[in-house]
């Protein structure tokens, strides 16, 4: 056991009489506990009992019970809980850290899967958690990060929206030397840590991939505000170019997002944005693209939608792909041939680094760049 062996000794509770002028078993749990902790018997980073033997320990409670108590004992900072590991003593001098983690839809599958990488790091590290969500709204997301030093945060993890400059609060809150970390993008301009996909290496993967399945006259479209997106289209470019094929610039078709109150006003944009593109592509001449590329499986969707409405044949007619494995996409018909980027694992990464800034801020700043994976699908 990697446990202290003052557990072997534990007292059980042996007669329903003394419990009945005894305080709650939950209490009685969460004493025993903080005696041993406080008496040094139990040493910063010992691993406590499972749950399961701390119910034999006491005479078969329940594990309710036994939750409880940890669950106090969690909430004044003295232990902390491992995911998958179990619950251990906290540091004597350990600080509770509150850092902010700025989204932009909490309602959205990718921001979700972020979400829970930050708190699988911080639940373990006993780090607050203060989620701004903008819902969609580029104005609400301005402010959201135009405020974050006027609450007592430490730190924050800032996944921008696309479509909106907030360069300057990112330079302003580097000036003050406030601790963050970008997530999934970054500015040319202003030095920042951040974490990211290899997007570059999404866009060329996948479009070689679909060369190689036969797949000719290429188009691209997408939103070209964000680090992300120009990468995905460089990846494009330069796979298109190694393979000796060409992309004529007026087969690039730039997604052009307007400010968005919401999540439903952006979806409904964007809907506008896909379709009118797509049936200037549809009329081009001499030939029109047999091979779609999006910046994104949203944007891939609409296409599918649209195409399928008008009677074309997706893959036969018109093959499509995406970025970045949504749901919806393994569920649509076809499948969507796209490219898979590990989002819960950067938020981890995103959580790390940002504690580590707050910890300490002289360190130098790195951009953190993780692999994808590219998923080939029915729809090219």
């Not at 903080?34 to 034999?56: A, F, H, N």
């Not at 540091?91 to 309602?107: F, R, W, Y």
């Not at 979400?115 to 989620?131: K, S």
């Not at 995103?350 to 002289?362: D, F, G």
Request: proline share 6%.
């Amino acid at each position: 056991m990697l446990y202290s062996n003052a557990y072997i000794t534990m007292r059980n509770i042996t007669s329903k009489s003394n419990m009945v002028s005894s305080p709650p078993l939950y209490r009685q749990v969460e004493n025993f506990l903080r005696e041993q902790i406080q008496s040094g018997q139990l040493q910063p980073g010992d691993m406590l009992p499972t749950v399961r033997e701390l119910c034999e320990q006491f005479g078969g409670i329940n594990h309710l019970t036994v939750r409880q108590a940890l669950r106090i004992l969690t909430d004044e900072n003295l232990i902390y809980s491992v995911q998958g590991k179990g619950s251990f003593v906290a540091s004597k001098t350990k600080t509770q850290h509150c850092i902010a983690l700025v989204l932009p839809n909490l309602e959205d599958y990718i921001f979700l899967k972020i979400a829970r990488g930050v708190q699988n790091v911080f639940d373990a590290e006993g780090v607050r958690t203060l989620i701004l969500d903008s819902r969609g709204n580029w104005d609400k997301e301005a402010q959201n990060i135009q405020h974050l030093r006027e609450f007592p945060l430490d730190g924050a993890i800032i996944f921008p929206l696309a479509h909106h400059d907030i360069a300057e609060q990112i330079f302003r809150m580097k000036l003050d030397d406030f601790p963050f970390v970008l997530i999934d993008r970054y500015f040319e301009d202003i030095e920042t840590p951040s974490i990211v996909a290899n997007n570059y290496q999404g866009g060329y993967d996948i479009t070689a991939a679909l060369i190689k399945r036969k797949h000719i006259n290429f188009a691209w479209l997408g939103e070209l505000t964000s680090s992300s997106a120009k990468l995905r289209l460089q990846g494009f470019r330069d796979a298109l170019n190694d393979n000796g094929l060409a992309c004529p610039r007026e087969r690039i078709r730039t997604l052009k997002l307007a400010p968005a109150a919401s999540h439903q006003e952006y979806i409904a944009t964007l809907e506008k944005e896909v379709g009118k593109h797509l049936q200037a592509l549809l009329q081009s001449t001499p030939s029109t693209p047999q091979t779609l590329v999006f910046a994104d499986d949203q944007s891939a969707l609409i296409a599918l939608r649209i195409l399928q409405e008008q009677g074309h044949n997706v893959p036969g007619d018109i093959a499509i792909a995406g970025f970045d494995d949504r749901p919806e996409g393994a569920q649509s018909n076809p499948p969507l041939t796209t490219v898979r980027q590990p989002m819960e694992q950067m938020g981890e990464e995103a959580a790390r680094a940002a504690l580590q800034r707050v910890e300490n801020p002289t360190l130098p700043i790195e951009r953190v760049c993780l692999p994808v994976e590219i998923v080939l699908r029915k729809s090219a």
